[in-house]
C-alpha cells in the first residue's frame, strides 16, 4: 500500500475545521495549520469587545478540539506562499509542506478601503486582540469622561461613533449602547453615562444591506429605540484623534468623538493575493478568489479554497457572502469531493449552499432573523440567535459558560468582563500623567 494521501489546511476557522472533521474516517494524512492555536467563533467576538464575555470563552484550542482524530495533526504557523506546481505550502519560518490536496481556509482581514492610517484611530473586530482593545477603548471612554476638564471634552469622550450598519456594526452599537444605558448607569459620579452618544454611519440608504428590506427597516427601529443614532448614505472622508469627517450630501461636517470603531468591509490577505498570483487566478473587487463551482481554483483541481477567500457563486451566478455557514459547508464539501476522487467515484454534483437563513442581534430580546424566507424580529429572533449560536460554539464546555453569563446578564444588565487591560495610556495628556505618576512612585 502506497503512502496516504496528503491533505494541507491552511485556516483553523469555520471552513477549515468542518473539512478536517469530515476527513476523521478518511484514508488520508491531514496537517492543519493556523497562525492562532484556537478557533476563535467570530460572530460573538463582539461580546468580548463590550465586556459580556471573555476570550476564552469564544475560543476553543484546535488541538483540543481534534485531538481524538487520529489522521490529522495540528501545527502552529503561518501560511505565506504556494507553490502550485511543486504542491508545497511554504510558511513564514520557511518550513514547506508538501501536499496532494490543499484546502485554503485563511479568510479575509478589514478594509479600510484604502485609509490605513484610520487604522490606528479606528480599531476594526476580526481577532481577539482588536475584541480586547475594543472593550479598553469603550471603557476607558468613560474613565476619561469622568476626569474631564470641561462639558466639550466629556461630550468628545461621550460620544462614539460606529463606521458600517452591517450586522456587525448593529451589535456593536446595540451593545454600546446597553452599557450606556444599563450597565454602567450608577457607576460614575461626574458623569451620566445614558448621555452618552452612540452614532452608527453607514455608506448605503439602509442598515444591513444583504438582509430582506423589512427586516432592515425592523433593525434600523429596534436600534433608534435604545437610543443610537443612525445617520445613512453618508461618506466617511476622515477618521482622526480628534473624530471623524464625514460628508453628507454636499455639505462636509466634522464629529468630534474619542472612540471611533470600524465595522467596513473586507480585503484579500497578503497571502491572499499571492495565492491568486501564483495560480493566475481572477479575484474580485475585494481579492476574493474566484473559483469553479466545485470550489477548486481554475486549473488546479488540487486546490480548494472555501470561506471568505473563496468568490464563490450559487446556481444563479450569486455571489455568496462570507458568512460562517457558507465557510462550514464549504469545508465539508470540499472534505466530499476528496473523499470521492479517493474511492475513484466520478465527480460530485457542484458545491450547493444551502441558506439557513441570517440574523442579526440588536439588544437584549432584541434581533431580526431570515430563517428559511420567514422573517421573525424582536423576542422571538433574539431566542433563535441564542439557541443557534450556543449549538455552533465548538467546545461544550464554552456552550454552558456562555449561557450561564447570558442567563445572568439578561436579568441583572451586568458585564462580568468589564476589564481595562494592556497600556492606559492613549493620549499625549494620559501619557504626561503616566510619566508623573512614575517618577512619584520612583
Known sequence: MGEKHRVVILGGGFGGLAAAQKLKRAPVEITLIDRRNFHLFQPLLYQVATGSLSPGEIAAPIRGVLS??????????????????????????????????????????????????????????????????????ILYAF???????????????LTFVIVGAGATGLELSGALAEIARETLRHDFRKIDPQKARIILMEGAPRVLGPFPEDLSVKAEKLVSRLGVEVLKSVMVTN???????????DSSEVLAAKTVLWAGGVTATPFGRRLAERTKSESDRSGRIKVNRDLTVPNFPDIFIIGDLAHAVDEKGTPLPGVAQVAM??????AKVIRARLEGKKELPPFHYFNKGEMAVIGRAAAVAN??????????????????????????????????????EYFTFSRGARLITGQAATDSVDQAASMYNKSNSS
Open 68 to 137: 481524538r482524530q487520529k489522521n490529522t495533526s495540528v501545527l502552529l504557523g503561518e501560511a505565506v506562499d504556494v507553490d502550485p506546481q511543486a504542491k508545497r505550502a511554504i510558511l513564514r519560518d520557511g518550513a514547506a509542506f508538501e501536499y496532494d490536496s490543499l484546502i485554503v481556509a485563511t479568510g479575509t482581514h478589514t478594509s479600510y478601503y484604502g485609509n490605513d492610517s484610520w487604522r490606528e484611530w479606528a480599531p476594526s473586530l476580526k481577532s481577539v486582540e482588536e475584541a480586547t482593545a475594543i472593550r479598553h477603548k
Open 371 to 408: 430563517i428559511f424566507g420567514i422573517h421573525v424580529s424582536g423576542l422571538l429572533a433574539w431566542l433563535m440567535w441564542v439557541f443557534i449560536h450556543l449549538i455552533y460554539i465548538v467546545e461544550f464546555q464554552s456552550r454552558v459558560q456562555v449561557f450561564v453569563q447570558w442567563g445572568f
Open 239 to 249: 477618521i482622526d484623534a480628534r473624530g471623524v469627517t464625514f460628508k453628507r450630501g
Open 329 to 334: 459547508q464549504g469545508g465539508a464539501y470540499a
Open 143 to 157: 474613565e476619561r469622561a469622568e476626569r474631564a476638564a470641561t462639558p466639550e471634552e466629556a461630550g468628545a469622550w
